[in-house]
């Protein structure tokens, strides 16, 4: 059965700490993986992995893929309150898309 | 703004009602497709329609049904509700037919729905 494991659930951490978020797949076909952000509305797309060791940077955020351990980490660096929200991993099969349950990151003052 | 368009936003409904979830995708994506979030789940993808043909299925319940129309919105008809159909149910569309096309689905905001 294909699945997508995210870890932490959740985190809380200080303005300006940097976290690391986890995700592992098991999938029989895999064409890529995907970051989202979710705060109270819509996911909203952050970042597209297809090849392994290639970091995807935008701003303060970074991912990147090993597709031999199956796994991706999304970094976030100099967190602000803003970032609190629940980063969802997606892998594409080809078929659909599985989602992890999601990391809910909160950011306090 | 994703440019994907749900309504309604919030939808309250008692056991055993019927309620449709209406979605127009981003303009020019052909393909939509079905989530449901539930409390402390991840999204849960349920169907695909491409240009109104269905093209992928995945954990959706016979009471539910959907279909896109000739002007590409589509909408998701659930029935026979029960308490545990109360979820956020997303729409997302995306360019192509197939997700080999490596386009991201882009969400539309959600339909909140409550069965009471």
């Known amino acids: 059965e294909d699945k997508v494991v995210q870890s932490p659930l959740s985190l809380v951490v200080h303005e300006g700490d940097t976290v690391t978020l986890n995700c592992s797949y098991e999938?029989?076909?895999?064409?890529?993986l995907l970051w989202y952000k979710q705060e109270k509305k819509a996911p909203t797309f952050l970042f597209m992995l297809t090849s392994s060791g290639i970091e995807k940077k935008s701003g303060r955020l970074s991912s990147i893929l090993d597709k031999k351990e199956l796994f991706s980490i999304l970094n976030i660096t100099a967190t602000q309150t803003g970032d609190s929200a629940v980063y969802l991993c997606a892998v594409d099969t080809g078929n659909q898309f599985y989602f992890g349950t999601g990391t809910s990151l909160t950011v306090i003052p | 703004d994703s440019g994907v368009t749900q309504t309604p936003k919030h939808l309250i409904t008692a056991t055993g009602q019927r309620v449709t979830l209406r979605c127009s995708p981003r303009?020019?994506?052909?393909?939509v497709y079905w989530y449901q979030q539930s409390l402390d789940q991840g999204l849960q993808f349920l169907i695909q329609y491409y240009n109104g043909e269905e093209r992928a299925k995945g954990n959706i319940l016979e009471r539910f049904s959907a279909q896109q129309f000739p002007d590409l919105h589509s909408e998701l008809n659930l029935s026979s509700l029960e308490l545990g159909d109360s979820a956020l149910y997303f729409c997302a569309s995306s360019p192509g037919a197939s997700l080999s096309d490596n386009s991201p689905l882009h969400f539309g905001n959600g339909t909140r729905l409550t069965v009471t």
């Open positions: 999938v029989t076909n895999f064409r890529s």
């Open positions: 303009s020019g994506d052909l393909s």
